[in-house]
T-cell receptor, first 114, second 114 residues
Framework: KAGVTQTPRYLIKTRGQQVTLSCSPI?????VSWYQQTPGQGLQFLFE???????NKGNFPGRFSGRQFSNSRSEMNVSTLELGDSALYLC?????????????FGPGTRLLVL | QQQVKQSPQSLIVQKGGISIINCAYE??????FPWYQQFPGKGPALLIA?????SEKKEGRFTISFNKSAKQFSLHIMDSQPGDSATYFC?????????????FGRGTSLIVHP
């Protein structure tokens, strides 16, 4: 079974631009969560989607948004990029949000904002 | 406010030794405590997890010890191997609306010398 895939793997943007990252969950997984990983703040929860609905959101500004499609694939968008948005963005999927032991992470998208 | 404090930040152990990483949390609403292992260029992978009604859980060379009254938990890696060299994250998860939302520690970089 293929794992969680994230595209692109690497991305360079400039301040003020916007970016869209994509996540394809493991087949059969309907819950997708996004995380930001930086050296300064560590791993932080961004938001979680299940059945195309955002169920929970972390403490991030409104510039960070996401959505989930009917095939469970998910995208996250960051508008008006800031230097501090440079990070590894991780996506994780699980069959159900109530089954954290079955959550698997993708390899991440590394975003560099110049 | 750092809700999950992890120590040490880095750890060097000889092959065959015991690696011990500690975490402390503040919010008693947390009810699921996973540990993750992350290799460079990869996403975190769930290693082992425990719930607060259990004081210890062992899976192979990995053991979690949990002290509910002290709000502390630790990961013990027995017979540490060079292949265990990675970054380890503890997390404390809270169930919100049927989903488990994690708060992560800052991570411990483990190096096991051959």
């Amino acid at each position: 079974k293929a794992g969680v895939t994230q595209t692109p793997r690497y991305l360079i943007k400039t301040r003020g631009q916007q970016v869209t990252l994509s996540c394809s969950p493991i087949s059969g997984h309907r819950s997708v969560s996004w995380y930001q990983q930086t050296p300064g703040q560590g791993l932080q929860f961004l938001f979680e989607y299940f059945s195309e609905t955002q169920r929970n959101k972390g403490n991030f500004p409104g510039r960070f948004s996401g959505r989930q499609f009917s095939n469970s694939r998910s995208e996250m968008n960051v508008s008006t990029l800031e230097l501090g948005d440079s990070a590894l963005y991780l996506c994780a999927s699980s069959p159900d949000p109530g089954l954290p032991s079955l959550q698997y992470f993708g390899p991440g998208t590394r975003l560099l904002v110049l | 406010q750092q809700q999950v404090k992890q120590s040490p930040q880095s750890l060097i152990v000889q092959k065959g030794g015991i690696s011990i990483i500690n975490c402390a949390y503040e919010n008693t609403a947390f009810d699921y405590f996973p540990w993750y292992q992350q290799f460079p260029g990869k996403g975190p992978a769930l290693l082992i997890a425990i719930r607060p009604d259990v004081s210890e859980k062992k899976e192979g060379r990995f053991t979690i010890s949990f002290n509910k009254s002290a709000k502390q938990f630790s990961l013990h890696i027995m017979d540490s191997q060079p292949g265990d060299s990675a970054t380890y994250f503890c997390a404390a998860s809270m169930r919100i609306g049927g989903s488990y939302i994690p708060t992560f520690g800052r991570g411990t970089s483990l190096i096991v010398h051959p």
